[in-house]
């Protein structure tokens, strides 16, 4: 059983993701893999296009045309202590119609990072707030440490949070992540 999982993306053709997801996901059914191949996603972003009339239309389009994320349970090598996925997950992925290899070093597959799973929109940081609007807090990361503010906004959806602060005498409204502030003592 795994004892882990790590996210990997996966390089297609271009305009292939949706089929590539779509096959990796009937393989996984038809070997009975569930445990090995936890998830697929194709990243997409909300765009506005403004119109010659002026109307405005909102569409949804691949935030990375040409690649595919998928969520594999991951093992350690007992003699190298790194961690791998399984052969089987690695051939059912890399032999799948469309795809060109898996992103990394001679298409080594290489595991993206929390940062960079966060940064995509790939998966989110749960962050149980201990403040609300009008509390005062104190900055516990980034270049404003140490620095207290009155939270002005938040912004769950977006995980941000608005905090008037002080600086050279004047109040100025600064965006943090959610878990850069701590409620003051």
Do not use: C
């Amino acid at each position: 059983m795994a004892e882990l999982s790590k996210w990997f993306v996966v390089h297609t053709y271009s305009g292939y993701e949706n089929k590539v997801k779509t096959v990796i996901e009937k393989v996984v059914e038809n070997r009975k893999m569930q445990d090995l191949v936890l998830d697929i996603q194709i990243p997409m972003e909300t765009v506005e296009e403004i119109k010659e009339d002026g109307s405005v239309e909102v569409k949804e389009r691949k935030a990375f045309p040409g690649y595919v994320m998928v969520k594999v349970a991951v093992f350690e090598n007992e003699e190298t202590g790194e961690l791998k996925m399984s052969d089987d997950t690695w051939y059912v992925i890399r032999n799948t119609r469309g795809v060109t290899g898996f992103v990394g070093p001679d298409g080594k597959p290489v595991p993206l990072t929390d940062e960079e799973l966060y940064t995509m929109g790939i998966e989110r940081k749960v962050v149980k707030l201990q403040y609300e609007v009008g509390d005062d807090v104190v900055i516990i990361d980034g270049p404003f440490e140490g620095t207290s503010g009155v939270v002005r906004d938040i912004n769950a959806d977006n995980n941000y949070v608005s905090v008037e602060i002080s600086m050279a005498q004047r109040s100025v409204p600064i965006a943090l992540e959610l878990d850069q502030v701590k409620k003051a003592d």
